[in-house]
């Protein structure tokens, strides 16, 4: 038990260790002083791939279409005219002023690719050479007036091929789902800033480094257009810029199960695309059985009296669980003072958050297994095998039927 108790010891807390390393790689993030704006930028395009109407769509599209930028057009792909999003976009561009906007259904509908990604393909295929710089936005964000000056920004320096903004969630209530996403998405981005993994959610490409890397072209074979990019953009030698100021806020709302899915989908996406995804697996399978195994042994050694063992295994616990919660406190608080220092105020991290925290590495551990195991996953009410990374397979589509659920819950 002691040989054991060494072993997990000094395991669990390289294991914390490695995530507060991420942790503070991710808040210098939010130390740096910000990319000057530039007076003049190239002509931009932003796409939005629609399929069904978000909770937050209709304020997605008002901060779409007052940005601060010299001249950007966009466009929205809209999975049918018949879909719920439809009348949401035509009523929020009929209530803009802004003059270059494109409102299409999705035509061209390939089985070998994800429809967000046949959707972006569409878009992308029919924008001519004048636009430069092409960006990505998810219809569950909200895009402050400089988002696309800002993450364009960077893309003035001809190394630099792509830049990202940060996915980050506001607890829109306090249900097990909506907690636990929070805090899977608080470990998952200091993850990606380390990674080097860029977001499609807030995502800005320079139009020669993303034909160099032959990205459109990938994408008509894939399933996530954002996980795998960084990696074919470095190999050509570019740089993947993450920006802070772009960092997009979703309030939106889910349960424990829809939350499941969500975080299984993500982890696939690295499966199918991202060249590490055997280390984030060994790395985060380890990470749990040394958890498992801890608690195991803190249960036997207080059912056989060996109290030495038991306070060690309880202390080694402890420590574990105040260094996901320092660490939790000390990210979201940054990310929080830089958002309140943009006008958009974020309350503390939830009082229930840190009783989730067990609960969220149970559901985490279980996605993680879940992802690697999958052959199908389900996305929107369309189903996709997924046996090889560029073996996609759409095998149902059908429009899109939400559930009854209403308010702020998110789409799965």
């Not at 669990?12 to 503070?24: I, M, V």
């Not at 990604?117 to 992308?124: D, G, H, N, P, T």
């Not at 920004?153 to 990202?164: C, E, H, I, M, Q």
Request: aromatic content about 8%; overall charge positive; glycine content about 8%.
């Amino acid at each position: 038990m002691i040989v054991c108790l060494s072993v997990a010891s000094l395991l669990l807390l390289a294991s914390l260790l490695l995530q507060l390393l991420w942790a503070g790689r991710f808040m210098k993030l939010y130390s740096r002083g910000a990319v000057p704006p530039a007076d003049e930028l190239p002509r931009a395009a932003v796409v939005l791939s629609v399929r069904g109407a978000d909770p937050s769509l209709a304020g997605c599209l008002e901060g779409l279409l007052r940005q601060d930028y010299p001249d950007y057009r966009v466009v929205v792909i809209v999975d049918s005219r018949d879909d719920p999003a439809w009348a949401v976009v035509q009523h929020a561009v009929a209530e803009s002023r802004h003059p270059d906007v494109t409102i299409q259904p999705l035509t061209a509908r390939r089985r070998s690719c994800s429809l967000k990604l046949s959707a972006l393909v569409q878009a992308i295929g029919e924008l001519d050479e004048s636009f430069r710089i092409i960006a990505l936005i998810d219809a569950d964000g909200h895009a402050g007036p400089g988002w696309l000056r800002e993450l364009a920004s960077p893309l003035r320096d001809p190394a630099v091929g792509a830049s990202t903004g940060v996915r980050w969630f506001i607890p829109g209530d306090n249900s097990a789902g909506t907690l636990v996403r929070y805090l899977w998405n608080v470990a998952a981005v200091t993850q990606m800033n380390s990674l080097g993994v860029a977001w499609g959610g807030s995502l800005a490409f320079r139009r020669d480094a993303l034909e160099a890397a032959n990205l459109v072209r990938s994408w008509k074979h894939s399933f996530a257009e954002d996980v795998g990019a960084g990696g074919r953009l470095r190999r050509l030698g570019y740089r993947v810029e993450t920006v802070a100021a772009a960092t997009m806020v979703s309030a939106e709302s889910t349960g424990l199960r829809d939350c499941f899915r969500f975080i299984r989908r993500q982890l696939l996406c690295a499966r199918l695309h991202h060249e590490r995804w055997r280390w984030v697996l060994t790395q985060g399978l380890a990470d749990a059985t040394l958890s498992l195994a801890t608690w195991v042994m803190l249960g036997t050694a207080i059912a056989l009296g060996w109290w030495g063992c038991a306070v060690w295994a309880a202390g080694l616990l402890t420590v574990q669980y105040l260094g996901l919660a320092i660490g939790l406190r000390r990210v979201a608080a940054r990310v929080q003072s830089h958002l309140a220092g943009r006008g958009c105020v974020v309350g503390p991290v939830p009082a229930g958050a840190y009783a989730a925290i067990p609960l969220s590495r149970v559901v985490y551990a279980a996605a993680l297994v879940a992802a690697a195991v999958a052959r199908t996953v389900a996305w929107r009410g369309i189903t996709y095998r997924v046996t090889r990374p560029r073996r996609i397979r759409l095998i149902d589509d059908v429009p899109f039927l939400p559930a009854v659920a209403g308010g702020r819950a998110s789409l799965i």
